[in-house]
């Protein structure tokens, strides 16, 4: 972008006119006043100051300038809330600009021809006729095909890719930068990535397409077609961890209501639709993103969870205590995410899906997203209920499973209330959890603050006589080493950033940093910058992470040698994946006992299952540690 646009763009456009195309704007003294479009209210406390440019909700916080407001209102990105402005106000862009718009441009018109190539096939031709009679019997309307322009993959190599560029010229450098083919490798030439799939176009919340979901149907998942589900890769159009399924139809029906329904599958969210339960999108996958509550958050301020959740871990592919407890963990650290009390759990008929609920049962649908069971109750009542609270034993292993869940409240009233609420449930005294929490992590605030943000003392501290042990006290050992050890070569996280996830990381700032220079790294990549020329301390950089950067390459000493680095991360790589391997091992022997000893016989069987499978993981790992120089693990991961 030319850097005079933004200065010019506010010269030309006031913040009242802009604003005043979606608020009703009336005058109170220097200001002007309205309903906030970003939440529900009754009493207006959305104010616009005509004098500063500026704009502020006191209702839900948010504000900023004419760029922030677009961004916010048409779920933008700075770079496209400037391109829409310019154009509004008649600035140019750059040519560099101009350029990128128009490729984007292109892309999204391939991307489109696949989808009425897909649509084309599903509802004309014979190949397209057993995946539309799989979703008539699923209960989906022609009219609901249509709208949403379902379609069908044929079981072809390149079928579409053929397709277009006869019809719309599409290079293959176009099909590929869209996800739509995928290298053979050795020169052979690409294929077609979609392949005997329901295709379900996958659209921002402008309504664009983005990338393409597809669903193998109903035989298929054990046949060389590969998952079950397929997204489009990464591209400069798509991003999963930044994408939600039918966000463009919901946004308006979730500001209306305030609340965002969250479920797992395309046809989860495309049958709520179809019902008329118009406030329910679907995320790509059970692993909700900050980026994904982030873009709920500009639309609503509650968020309900319809997943299959099974905390207790007695169904297979449910949503289980580890995921779920790691989700609200990092939904309660989120810097300006949603209050824990705000998150929910929509409680459906056992073994109903919510696409059978809400076609067969919409009243139990509806009075289910009525009264959601917050999230830290349910988990409170799950855990009680999985052991015998009759028994001293019981009390303990409940009170244990617990500690977790209450060491993520950040609120005191918040965490006093559940602490009363587990005290009640499991049947012991209110001071005998507060002990447990404490023992186990510390006193509280303080446990949280250690997990969450370093405080200002700390920060002090460590800048005034150079003692970074009390900022690096912030994240595990090895997140630690192995943090350091991408601050210090910045081409190895080009390297490890598809094996580095975020689950791997235990430490909310541990996590946040990576997530840093991961965008970091991206956005450079993305200028034409070799990764071996990227900043070891990106300038994106801000705030506790920056610090913990700061602290960590203060313990940098000598030569930095590219052998002895590259096998220090695949080394700390494999005892992070040590770390949550026996984490798993752990609960999953915990769930043994209790099964065991309820003589649930038939659960007893499908749990040693999972037990076999995790040790034959856990002795797999124990080679690649051996085969990697790491000859012995200790808590903390350190050899």
Known sequence: MASGSVAEVKSRLAVADVVGETVVLRKAGTTLKGLCPFHGEKTPSFIVTPGRETWKCFGCGKGGDIFTFVMERDALSFGEALASLAAKAGVVIDDRSRAEDARKARLREVLEGAVSFYHAILTGHELGRPALEYLHSRGFTDATIQSQRIGWAPDSWDACSKALSAKRGATAAELEAVGLTTERGGGRGAYDRFRARVIFPIRDANGKVTGLGGRVLPGGEDSQLGPKYLNTAATSLFDKSRTLYLI?????????????????????????????????????????????????????????????????????????????????????????????????????????????????????????????????????????????????????????????????????????????????????????????????????????????????????????????????????????ELLRLLL?????????????????????????????????????????????????????????????????????????????????????????????????????????????????????????ERERDLTSRRKALDRRLGDAGVLALTNGGEA
């Open 488 to 608: 210090v070569a910045p081409a190895e996280r080009l390297r490890v950033r598809d094996a580095l996830t975020d689950d791997l990381l235990a430490s909310g700032l541990a996590r946040s940093l990576w997530r840093g220079l991961r965008d970091a790294m991206d956005t450079a990549i993305s200028a034409g910058t070799s990764p071996n020329a990227l900043e070891r301390l990106p300038a994106s950089l801000e705030g506790e992470e920056r610090r913990l950067a700061q602290a960590l390459l203060t313990r940098e000493s000598g030569e930095v040698i590219d052998d002895r680095v590259r096998k220090g991360i695949d080394q700390t790589l494999l005892r992070l994946e040590a770390d949550r391997l026996d984490e798993a091992m752990a609960w999953s022997r915990s769930e043994i006992a209790e099964a065991e000893r309820a003589s649930q016989r038939e659960r007893m069987r499908d749990l040693m």
């Open 248 to 480: 463009d139809k919901a946004k308006a029906a979730i500001r209306k209501s305030g609340t965002a329904v969250l479920v797992e599958g395309y046809t989860d969210a495309l049958m709520a639709h179809q019902a008329g339960f118009e406030n329910v999108v679907a995320s790509m996958g059970t692993a909700l993103t900050p980026a994904q509550v982030a873009l709920l958050l500009r639309y609503g301020t509650k968020i309900l969870l319809a997943y299959d959740v099974d905390a207790a871990g007695a169904k297979a592919g449910a949503f289980g205590a580890t995921e779920l407890l790691r989700l609200v963990s990092d939904l309660g650290r989120s810097e300006g995410g949603p209050s824990l009390v705000d998150v929910g759990i929509v409680q459906l008929p056992e073994g109903r899906d919510p696409d059978e609920v809400v076609r067969d049962q919409p009243e139990v649908w509806r009075a289910a997203v009525d009264r959601p069971i917050p999230v830290v109750e349910y988990l409170i009542e799950t855990h009680a209920a999985a052991h015998d609270l009759k028994e001293l034993g019981g009390r303990k292993r409940a009170v244990d499973a617990i500690k977790p869940v209450m060491r993520i409240l950040r609120d005191p009233v918040v965490r006093d209330g559940y602490l009363s609420l587990a005290a009640r449930r499991i049947g012991v005294d209110e001071s005998t959890i507060r002990d447990a929490v404490r023992q186990s992590g510390g006193d509280l605030p303080r446990a949280i603050a250690a997990e969450t943000k370093i405080s200002a003392d700390r920060v002090r501290a460590a800048d005034s006589d150079g003692d970074v042990a009390p900022i690096l006290a912030g994240v595990t050992p090895p997140e630690s």
